[in-house]
């Protein structure tokens, strides 16, 4: 809302600069969106009136006035407009005066200079030469009371500043004027002058009947004023505040209604009362009804729609706008002056529907006052009266269930708690009652009903809310935190998730966050997940499901860096999964990684490779150290069907990984193979207390075993076979050679293994050595596997 700060400090004014109270209103929640003056800086520029007007002797188009600027002698100034007259007033530039800057940006300064031979002493000016319109047509006409000699900032008040709020939609009683000044006066204590009442007796006797149909206007006023001018002129007083307001004059009964609007923040309406056809009705329009508004829209009334009808037809949709047919204009010499409440929730949406846009709909759409309604009926008819002369008759008032005003309950204590400063109960008592708020005051408690035009008092945090700001935001200190503070308890069987993201940056990898919502085809192709859970309202077409893999947004992430010349990608995230399972939903948190590009950033120091599938088996095996992980070679959805396997934690499957499916890479234009995996968080965040063991100060002994077994043999297999079947003193298996070709069958490998084998009390004997690996290769027979060398 805009509104000009020199009407404001009519009803209230406090003492602070323009700067000053535009913070304190800010910080009264009432954001002040923009401040400008009314004019560009300029000076000495006075209020003048022509004594004598004389054609210039060698211009057709100049004319040499004498002006009175209330200085011992008239200034002789040449002027070329075409409006000048003997004895207008018009502003008049003295010399010495700067002018606001012209087209160059540059202050225009006035000067004594000769015109066509004869001097010049000032300049008349236009009101596009004192920057304030963009064109004019000539000299700027004064009022004819307007002082000689008076400065023309002072008689046209010129360091007014033009105030613009960004009100929130709960602030409804801050849409006026007289709802502006009233938080100002509680802000800073300042007088607050309430709205001149009316004086005028009602002496008219004509009426007009008013039924209501609906319990959605709850209060209709109205009444008769018989022989105005309607074709009276707007007193420049008014037009200038309607101006300052960003409304324009249109004419005087129509420029009274919404002076009122802005002064009060009630909405009125003027019929021409010689077109209404008997009495009024507020009901809902009737199927087939249209109606001409004022703006020259013709709409199909819809059932939903609140109108005012007359006994044929309907002549306004109520809290919109009125309509065409019985509008005011210059033959008009009755008219019935409207003001009425309705409910909120009857006007909420129908001016965004039809396109209308009007001041009365965004007021009544959140809220009006509703005791208000007579008084800004009778401020009307006076301002009317006083401008247009008349008539006025009585008030036809028609009064349903008002809205009810709910007392609210507000404790001191907790006013204590939330603010966290100490207020006295006189002081907060003092707050509620300059906001115009009723007290009933029990002890420490209050019990408080809002007034009429608050309509967001409805909790005690509302109340609390009202204290914080009238004390002042900026006086709500923050206090030093005082906590009794102690260590808290490490449970060492459990990994927090910094601990794992410090693992994965360790291991180059990067994270990313990328939102839940995916696209269906993620889930039908990487997940071969048929029936994601859908959401019934999705931020986007491409956002309609919840993801059951973190894969989907990783790959979306790397095309990303791709797109970008990154030939080395590392990425991981942490997030939710979703299904939905036998009729409910559940989620499960995992840990995702992907890996694109070198195994390592190019140097000189290590041979260029791409990083293949043992890299990644890497990476998730330094994740669950120093538990031990078993994979299992099987095919998932997403990865190349030779190169995909189910990752398994004491026997419990719990991830996935492997090479992404050629299918996909070439779908999502990747050019080289991805590796990626995925695991349970719930079983990266449990982990093992080490247990310490007897230390052994005596050597190992290395045996090496080599084996041939058919190509479908795991070398899992073989190791969890001879890892299971507990062989005296072998304290390590490992694979460490691997080799297909000359000397081993087709379909065969051959595989070494190196077993290490220590006592901690002695040193092996030859004799506990092979007995020892005899119990291995025991093993490795039963498993298929024949002695290298053998036949």
């Known amino acids: 809302m805009q509104f000009s700060e020199s009407w404001l400090r009519i009803f209230v004014n406090p003492s602070l600069s323009s700067d000053e109270l535009s913070h304190l209103l800010t910080m009264a929640g009432l954001e002040v969106e923009a401040m400008r003056p009314v004019a560009a800086a300029f000076d000495k520029v006075v209020v003048a009136q022509v004594l004598t007007k004389d054609k210039h002797p060698d211009a057709d188009r100049l004319n040499v006035l004498t002006v009175d600027v209330a200085q011992a002698e008239p200034l002789t100034i040449v002027c070329g407009a075409a409006n000048v007259a003997v004895g207008m007033k018009a502003p008049c530039a003295l010399v010495g005066a700067k002018l606001p800057p012209g087209a160059d940006g540059k202050n225009f300064e006035i000067r004594q200079a000769k015109v066509r031979g004869i001097a010049s002493f000032g300049m008349m000016c236009s009101a596009k030469e004192l920057g304030l319109a963009e064109e004019s047509s000539g000299l700027l006409e004064l009022a004819s009371d307007a002082a000689v000699g008076q400065s023309i900032r002072e008689h046209l008040d010129l360091d007014d500043q033009l105030i613009t709020l960004k009100l929130t939609p709960n602030r409804c009683d801050c849409l006026s004027l007289q709802g502006i000044a009233r938080e100002v006066a509680a802000l800073t204590s300042a007088h607050l002058q309430p709205v001149p009442s009316a004086t005028f007796k009602p002496t008219g006797t004509r009426s007009i009947k008013v039924g209501i149909s609906t319990s959605v206007c709850p209060r209709y006023s109205g009444r008769v004023i018989s022989g105005v001018n309607a074709r009276a002129a707007t007193p420049d007083w008014m037009v200038q505040r309607l101006q300052r307001c960003g409304l324009r004059s249109v004419s005087a009964l129509v420029d009274v209604t919404n002076y009122v609007l802005l002064e009060m923040g009630q909405p009125l309406h003027a019929f ?85 846009n009007s001041d009365s709909a965004y007021r009544f759409e959140r809220g009006v006052d509703f005791a208000a309604t007579c008084a800004a009926l009778d401020r009307a008819t006076q301002l009317i009266l006083d401008i247009c002369g008349g008539e006025a008759g009585p008030v036809t008032e028609v009064q349903g269930e008002l809205p009810s005003r709910h007392p609210v309950r507000l404790r001191a204590a907790r006013v204590q708690r939330v603010l966290g400063v100490t207020l006295a109960t006189d002081e907060i008592a003092r707050i509620l009652s300059s906001l115009g708020m009723a007290l009933q005051q029990s002890g420490n408690d209050f019990v408080v009903t809002p007034p009429s035009y608050r309509f967001d008092i409805e909790i005690e945090e509302d109340l609390i809310e009202e204290v914080a700001r009238v004390y002042g935001y900026e006086n709500i200190l923050p206090a030093p935190i005082r906590a009794n503070m102690r260590m808290l308890p490490l449970v ?71 797109a970008r010349k990154q030939p080395r990608v590392r990425l991981f995230e942490i997030g939710g999964c979703f299904r939905a399972e036998a009729g409910s939903y559940t989620q499960q948190d995992r840990l995702a990684g992907l890996a694109y590009g070198g195994a390592c950033d190019e140097q000189w120091g290590v041979s260029a490779r791409a990083v293949d599938f043992f890299d990644a088996k890497a990476d998730v095996e330094a994740l669950f150290a120093p538990r031990s992980l078993t994979f299992q070679a099987t095919e998932h959805p997403a990865s190349h069907p030779g190169r995909s396997a189910r990752i398994l934690l004491d026997g419990l499957a719990i991830g996935w990984m492997g090479e992404l499916h050629p299918q996909w890479q070439q779908q999502y234009d990747l050019p080289q193979a991805v590796l990626w995996f995925e695991v349970d968080l719930a079983a990266l965040t449990q982990g093992e207390v080490p247990r310490p063991g007897a230390v052994s100060r005596l050597p190992l002994v290395r045996r090496d075993i080599a084996v041939v077994v058919d190509e479908h043999v795991t070398v899992q297999s073989l190791l969890e076979a001879m890892q299971g079947c507990k062989v005296p003193f072998v304290v390590g298996i490992n694979l460490f050679d691997l080799y297909r070709g000359h000397g081993v069958a087709q379909g065969r490998k051959s595989l070494a293994f190196r077993v290490l084998l220590q006592d901690t009390e002695k040193t092996l004997g030859d004799s506990e050595i092979e007995q020892s690996i005899a119990g291995l290769l025991d093993v490795l027979q039963k498993n298929g596997a024949q002695i290298r060398g053998e036949s």
């Open 272 to 356: 021409d009362l010689n077109k209404l056809h008997g009495d009024i009705e507020v009901r809902f329009a009737r199927a087939g009804e249209n109606l001409e508004l004022l703006n020259g829209q013709v709409v199909a009334l819809q059932e939903d729609m609140l109108v005012i009808a007359d006994a044929e037809r309907p002549v306004a949709l109520a809290g919109v706008m009125g309509g065409a047919d019985s509008a005011v204009d210059e033959a008009t010499t009755d008219i019935f002056l409207e003001s009425a409440h309705f409910l909120p929730a009857a006007i909420v949406g129908k001016s965004r529907r039809l396109g209308v």
């Open 492 to 562: 060492e069987a459990e990994r927090s998730l910094v601990k794992l993201r410090q693992t994965m940056v360790l291991r180059d990898y990067q994270e990313t966050i990328n939102y839940a919502f995916v696209e269906t085809a993620w889930e039908r192709d990487l997940c071969g997940n048929p029936a994601p859970v859908a959401l019934k309202n999705p931020i986007a077409s491409q956002m309609s499901v919840m993801r059951s893999s973190l894969l989907g947004g990783l790959l979306a992430t790397l095309r990303t860096n791709l």
